[in-house]
């Protein structure tokens, strides 16, 4: 497996901070989209071999983090049915609704499963036919392709004991909302560069332009996100606002249409309630026309009362970038990854379960005398 | 976006749940939720001066001669897997908890828990095994017990085995977490994550060009070697469920200590790391079944080193870290590009991600 060993080389990563320190002459703000690229920052500790005037701030592209507690909750009141086998990707089990998660659930007899894949689920429905399976469609825009194929080929097999809950969100929108808020912080971004293998990047040129921003499409290993981040400076130095792709190795300019395709016979743009954010129009997916007969929502009606909400978790703050995780006083003291307050202390590619399991607990860097080529 | 200043974020987060009035799966994790179980329940109810120690296996004084006693339970879905099976598992894995005590391994207990309709092949295959297996690892099984429970109340067979070793009488050092100290040198036998990865892979029906096969097997050579060749060992540690992060942190806390590794001097397999990296799988959590880790001195580092490369099951051991003073309580970990990030223990599983 060449391309890891590649892409996490120690002297080609001090290149690249080489020329990030050379370029940089300002204070600049990037945020990174994608959770899987917070990951990596954070895992490989990356921030270590930046100069001080760079600061990340980790955005609102962890699904498991945007998904609304209503969902959950919902999500939960499916999987309790005797009749239903309710599957989903792992780190969605341990997202806490207003009173359970999926794992509770789980714990008091609910037949819930984890799979790798949607077709898993419809390959269970299909050996399964007197339950009703249940996927949780949750993910961005990399996600959608597979989940649209798993409707459509329930269509197309008329397999009836299988649907979808579906919460599928989409990048520009959000990306829109958060440079359109008065407190916006972030100056440029990593745009994540699953989403754009699927996507392609031309819906990203209008966004640009009017918030006069660089958008550098950029991928996931430590060398990727250093590239993307010296690209991303560069343009701020140099007072250009566009869009640059990085992740050339994967991403073309018109994305992959055939998954396009797929994704547009499926599902219509919707408006979405994000966790954290709030409602965002036209920012997700839902299924459409003769697909709808799938969505789990209309099959599964759902009579809850509205979800409770904690005031002391700040993670709206911290998916617009405004705050870190350390900056929260409930962070790794009364919110841990045993007892999350909010989503993004769950999922792996959370920012604070991110800051919690990788030592980030202080506003400092964990061992700064081991760190050879660190410069902060 | 219709309107440049919507929309309104309004900051919301959910109450905490209340996770501690059932047992969930995580609780057998290995992570923070097991050692929660263990302090909250079993400790107040057990504690005793040799149960405190929190060692692999217990040691007994007994008429002068010093005894090691383990237990462990083996409950794995498929119950046949690439490089082994449950029968193997439940052999070795006792043995290698006594070998983690500086014990000769000598005598092993079974227990089977057999669902009604396991196939009689199935069960002959597992005993098999097992008999092998103690046949390798030169131990006898002395006693055993059968159950059978309903069908759907089992996963097949569960076997717990008990252990006993004899520490030798020239074996003088107290070997445990107790021992470790700053300036020690950590060793682990070979590389990480085959047996957990060579599991998930049968039950997630991932194929890989060459199949990953599970590194079970009796380690007692290796430590048998070691205390022959008399090297100062501080501690043993099988790196089990949990993986080596899991241990090292065990220890780190226990002795409130700093463990620092180099994620460079850490060997994993091509095709395990490849696995991991597809399923969003760290193997520094990932379960091993043939690997541990010494602790010894710095200055008999090079000489523990040279033994176990002569033994087959730790031919590829590796020097990965050193242990220091601050900050206690900690792994830290030099990553590959050479930033620092804390290696922390999980909550429960580790948990595939969705993207």
Known sequence: MKFLSEYRDQKAAEQLAAAIRRKTTRPWTIMEICGGQTHTIVKSGLEDLLPREITLVHGPGCPVCVTPIELIDKAVAIAQRPEVIFCSFGDMLRVPGSSKSLFDVKAEGADVRIVYSPLDALKLARTNPSRQVVFFAVGFETTAPANAMAAWQADHDGIENFSLLVSHVLVPPAMEALLSSDNCVVQGFLAAGHVCTVMGFEEYFPIAAKYEVPIVVTGFEPLDILDGILMTVAQLEEGRHEVENQYARAVRREGNRPAQKTIAEVFEITPREWRGLGEIPAS????????????????????????????????????????????????????????????????????????????????????????SPASR | MADAKTPAFNLNCPVPRVADDRIVLAHGGGGRLTHQLIEKIFIPAFSNSMLDQRHDGAVLEVNGSRLAFTTDSFVVR?????????????????VNDLAMCGARPLYLSAGFILEEGLEMDTLRTVVNSMQKAAAKAGVHLVTGDTKVVDKGKGDGIFVNTSGIGVIEANVKATIGPASVQPGDVVIISGDLGRHGIAILSVREGLEFESPILSDTASVWPSVEALLNAGIEIH?????????????????????????????????????????????????????????????????????????????????????????????????????????????????????????
């Open chain 2, 235 to 355: 501690c043993l540690r099988d790196l089990t469920r949990g993986g080596l992060a899991t241990t090292l942190n065990e220890i780190a806390a226990d002795r409130n200590v700093c463990i620092k590794l180099e994620e460079t001097l850490i060997s994993v397999d091509e095709t395990v790391q490849s696995a991991c990296e597809i399923l969003g799988l760290d193997p520094l959590y990932v379960a091993n079944e043939g690997r541990f880790a010494v602790f010894v001195p710095a200055a008999q580092a090079d000489a523990a080193l040279e033994v176990m490369k002569k033994v087959p099951v730790s031919q590829s051991s590796v020097r990965i870290g050193k242990v220091e003073e601050t900050p206690g309580r900690t792994v830290v970990l030099q990553s590959r590009i050479g930033g620092n990030r804390v290696v922390d223990m999980l909550s429960g599983e580790q948990l595939p991600r969705i993207c």
């Open chain 2, 78 to 94: 498929p119950l046949i897997f690439p490089g082994g099976d449950i029968g193997d598992l439940a052999v070795n894995g006792t």
């Open chain 1, 284 to 371: 997700g997916f839902q299924l459409r026309g003769r697909f709808q007969k799938y969505d789990a929502n209309r099959r599964f009606p759902f009579t809850g009362t509205p979800a409770h909400e904690s005031p002391e978790c700040i993670s709206g703050l911290i998916l617009q970038g405004i705050k870190k995780p350390h900056d929260c006083p409930a962070f790794a003291v009364k919110c841990t990854p045993e007892n999350p307050l909010g989503a993004p202390m769950v999922s792996s590619e959370g920012a604070c379960a991110a800051y919690y399991h990788y030592g980030r607990r202080q506003n400092t860097s964990v061992q700064p005398e081991l760190s």
